[in-house]
């Protein structure tokens, strides 16, 4: 029977990614971080566990290798030119952002004060 797919709910979710709380989960999904849930009678999240391991696939290619590296890992993981560059592109913006903001934690003046 290794044709069923598996699933996942929120609590074995949280409970996968070292316990993070539930709302934790929400906002990952929200910001990109995981993968959309599917939804059992429109109400309960579920998620693939397959698709959750293509996802932490490429988010350890995307937290241990360079752009080119990540490119490469994401071919070899089937995806369409057109995902790949999506993701890049995403993956870009985040880095960006998270750049920004040390930017301008560093330079706001309650980081000065004594």
């Known amino acids: 029977m290794s044709g069923l797919k598996r699933y996942l709910n929120k609590q074995s979710l949280s409970e996968r990614y070292d316990g993070c709380t539930k709302r934790t989960v929400d906002r990952w999904v929200d910001e990109g971080i995981l993968p959309r849930p599917v939804f059992y009678r429109g109400r309960q999240p579920y998620w693939d566990a397959d698709e959750l391991?293509?996802?932490?696939?490429?988010?350890?290619?995307?937290?241990?290798?360079?752009?080119?590296?990540?490119?490469?890992?994401?071919?070899?993981?089937?995806?369409?030119?057109?995902?790949?560059?999506?993701?890049?592109?995403?993956?870009?913006?985040?880095?960006?952002?998270?750049?920004?903001?040390?930017?301008?934690?560093?330079?706001?003046p309650e980081a000065a004060a004594p």
């Open 53 to 108: 391991d293509h996802h932490d696939q490429l988010a350890a290619a995307r937290r241990d290798a360079d752009e080119q590296e990540f490119r490469e890992a994401s071919i070899k993981a089937g995806q369409s030119p057109q995902a790949i560059a999506g993701r890049i592109e995403t993956w870009r913006r985040k880095r960006e952002a998270k750049k920004a903001a040390a930017k301008a934690k560093q330079a706001s």
